[in-house]
């Protein structure tokens, strides 16, 4: 195990966010860390873990997806604070300081990503 694989993960992770990637309220099948979405496949941060969308799912209700750009990163903003908010809630409480820091280093691209995202919608 290397904290330097998973950090690379979360870079990854977080550069796919820049590209237009998504985070996913789905959590990843094999360990329950948080997915990023982009092009038609989604990777876990926590273990790279990646899945291919339209594998098995068929019926997708993205009923809530608004169309308008400015909207979409207005929600897309509120998510990731969504985010930030769980991840320092899980930092509170977790114990294991490998597992903190991978999170803190997490939750700082978040921040990065929303700050970006913030000066985006202006
Ligand atoms: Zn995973």
Partial sequence: ??????????????SLLVKGGTLTSDAC?????VQV???NKTTCI???NEVKAGAAQKAEPEKAAPAQASSG?????SLIEEKIMLLATEIKN?????VQKQKAELL???????????SLLG
């Fill in 94 to 98: 977790e114990s294991d300081i490998s």
């Fill in 29 to 33: 099948p094999k360990c329950g860390g």
């Fill in 37 to 39: 979405r982009f092009a």
């Fill in 108 to 118: 700082e691209s978040y921040l990065r990503i929303l700050e970006k995202t913030k």
């Fill in 73 to 77: 990163l207005a929600s897309a903003a």
């Fill in 1 to 14: 195990m290397s904290s330097e694989d998973s950090a690379s993960r979360i870079r990854s992770a977080a």
């Fill in 46 to 48: 926590n273990c790279g």
